[in-house]
């Protein structure tokens, strides 16, 4: 039977914890992180299901102390002061899963079902490559998607195995490959990204290789390729997809070999770099049409992050453009957006995603320079891609309450006057 310490000080929580476990499982209580140093030091726990926000010290640092002092329990952070910092910060020293209040406790209950599963294979929590600096604050992750995606980034980081990333175009691949080099052993060397569709595919090759002098016209001195100069760092390729066939066997042996040879050279270069690649088409399907190899295929995706689009995070999305707004303001006066604005955002699928989002955002601001504040109309929003929550009663109702002045009756549903004209077409309403 599992042994399962829950860290809380508040009572109330701890007991609904303990009262939902006991039944399956042996459960002591701390009432706080001291008193759980303590009794960690005299009895031994499979599981430790902890608080994050404590007097005296807080979750994160049990978990540090914790490992200190030689357990290996599977560590559950839980808060309600969630972020993305915490998140990444708890994971990376060896918490083995994060939750933020309220949470189901059907999903605790899974969580700890999956590591009575897992502890009987062999898997180490206690990792320790931690993290040290401050989560880049371009990252934003408020909605438990991309918290997950984020989970699964930070688990990778610590790692040197080659990672897939995957996702529509615009929802920040590029900023999550920096984050897993920003968080790995290789930090402190260089972070190179390359779009392979932004090079011509005839000059691919000596770029990505590079060339020894003379190696063809116009060579007059050799050049070093970005597999060099990711060299004991991070080379991020983009657009993997779309890479010509010739060029997928070319990566392949490198993969496997892990070694290059510029074009025109003669000796073979030995590479320590750790590979990001990353693309917004289905690699499976273009496998199955015989347009990508499956060996390389399968080299690349060693691990996989998909990054959600935009309209699955929905709760990043004012967060997101608050971040914008202060990253792109350069006038003399602090700039928000009104509630009218932050409706229509959370109302709009972004086609674009995060990439559409910044651009909004950045072309708003010249707009809004002299009064403060990001109205709706700013935003240029494209009306297709809105969403119409609002039905034939709501119209009906806002008509007969401003007497039929459709400027009014716009106001009073938070969408534009276009918007508006557009729904009494639909509903048929004259």
């Known amino acids: 039977m599992l042994k399962i310490l829950v860290v809380d000080d508040d009572k109330n929580s701890r007991d609904i914890i303990k009262l939902s476990l006991e039944n399956s499982y042996e459960v002591d209580v701390a009432l706080n992180g001291v008193h759980a140093l303590e009794l960690i030091r005299s009895k031994s726990y499979d599981v430790v299901i902890c608080d994050y926000v404590m007097n005296e010290i807080d979750g994160i640092e049990v978990l540090k102390k914790l490992r200190k002092i030689g357990s290996n329990a599977v560590f559950i952070l839980i808060t309600a ?14 918490a083995y899963e994060y939750l933020s209040k309220p949470f189901k406790m059907s999903k605790l209950k899974q969580i700890i079902q999956n590591v009575e599963k897992g502890l009987n294979e062999s898997k180490t929590f206690n990792e320790t490559n931690k993290l040290e600096n401050d989560f880049d604050d371009q990252v934003i ?6 918290l997950e995606t984020l989970k699964d980034m930070a688990r990778v980081a610590i790692s040197d195995v080659p990672v897939l990333i995957t996702g529509e175009s615009g929802v920040g691949k590029e900023i999550v490959a920096k984050s897993i080099h920003r968080y790995s052993k290789r930090s402190k060397y260089p972070f190179v990204a390359v779009n392979c569709n932004a090079i011509p595919g005839s000059l691919l090759e000596s770029e990505l290789f590079g060339y020894e002098k003379g190696a063809f016209t116009g060579a007059d001195k050799g050049k070093p390729g970005y597999f060099e100069q990711a060299q004991k760092g991070t080379l991020f390729l983009d657009e993997i997809g779309d890479l010509e066939f010739d060029l997928q066997v070319k990566l392949l042996r490198v993969l496997q070999e892990q070694s290059i040879r510029r074009v025109g050279g003669i000796k073979d270069i030995k590479l320590d770099v750790r590979f990001i690649f990353a693309t917004n088409v289905d690699l499976d399907k273009k496998v199955q049409e015989g347009k990508f ?9 060693v691990a996989e992050i998909r990054v959600p689009p935009l309209r699955e995070r929905k709760e990043d999305i004012i967060p997101l453009a608050n971040y914008f707004i202060r990253k792109y303001n350069t006038f003399n006066r602090e700039i928000k957006l009104s509630n009218k604005a932050e409706k229509l955002l959370l109302r709009y699928d972004f086609p674009g995603n995060v990439r559409e989002l ?10 809004a320079r002299y009064t403060g504040i990001i109205l709706d109309e700013d ?5 297709e891609f809105v969403k119409d929550t609002i039905t034939k009663e709501d119209i009906l109702q806002v008509l007969e309450k401003t007497r039929n002045n459709r400027k009014k009756a716009a106001e009073l549903l938070g969408v534009s006057r276009a918007t508006f004209y557009r729904l009494l077409r639909r509903y048929n309403i004259d």
């Open 81 to 94: 002061f969630g972020s993305s910092d915490i998140a990444i910060k708890a994971i990376q020293e060896g």
């Open 141 to 146: 992750a408020e909605s438990s998607v991309f």
């Open 293 to 301: 190899r499956a060996d390389l295929y399968y080299r690349l995706k």
């Open 358 to 367: 910044e651009n909004i955002i950045r072309a708003s601001l010249i707009k």
């Open 379 to 383: 935003l240029n929003i494209k009306e």
